[in-house]
Nanobody
Framework: QVQLVESGGGLVQPGGSLRLSCTASGLTFNKYTISWYRRAPGKERELVASITTAGESTIYTGSMKGRFTISRDNARNMAFLQMNSLQPEDTAMYYC??????????????WGQGTQVTVSS
């Protein structure tokens, strides 16, 4: 059974930092692209960052560029999202996603339950 478990969320003041972790089990972790998504109240889910299987490439979207850093440790089946200079607009539920694309087509796709990040003074 595949599980993705996020941790590290919480309440932080504007300008503060948090480090989210995603711990995976039940899958061959180093074959999956790992992404972090977030969903703010009343908004659509959005991609925050992605990292390829060996960590050789990363992408970031929107205002997360330059403030957030995605990384992974394949030996521990873990991925991380370091978030700096947090602002109230970063308040959201953050989700870890693992995705593998198959050469013959199709993909396997798994989600964690999410961890809440609240940025407020």
């Amino acid at each position: 059974q595949v599980q993705l478990v996020e941790s590290g969320g919480g309440l932080v003041q504007p300008g503060g930092s948090l480090r989210l972790s995603c711990t995976a089990s039940g899958l061959t972790f180093n074959k999956y692209t790992i992404s972090w998504y977030r969903r703010a109240p009343g908004k659509e889910r959005e991609l925050v960052a992605s990292i390829t299987t060996a960590g050789e490439s990363t992408i970031y979207t929107g205002s997360m560029k330059g403030r957030f850093t995605i990384s992974r440790d394949n030996a521990r089946n873990m991925a991380f999202l370091q978030m700096n200079s947090l602002q109230p607009e970063d308040t959201a539920m953050y989700y870890c996603n693992a995705q593998q694309f198959f050469p013959q087509g199709g993909a396997s796709d798994y989600w964690g339950q999410g961890t809440q990040v609240t940025v407020s003074s």
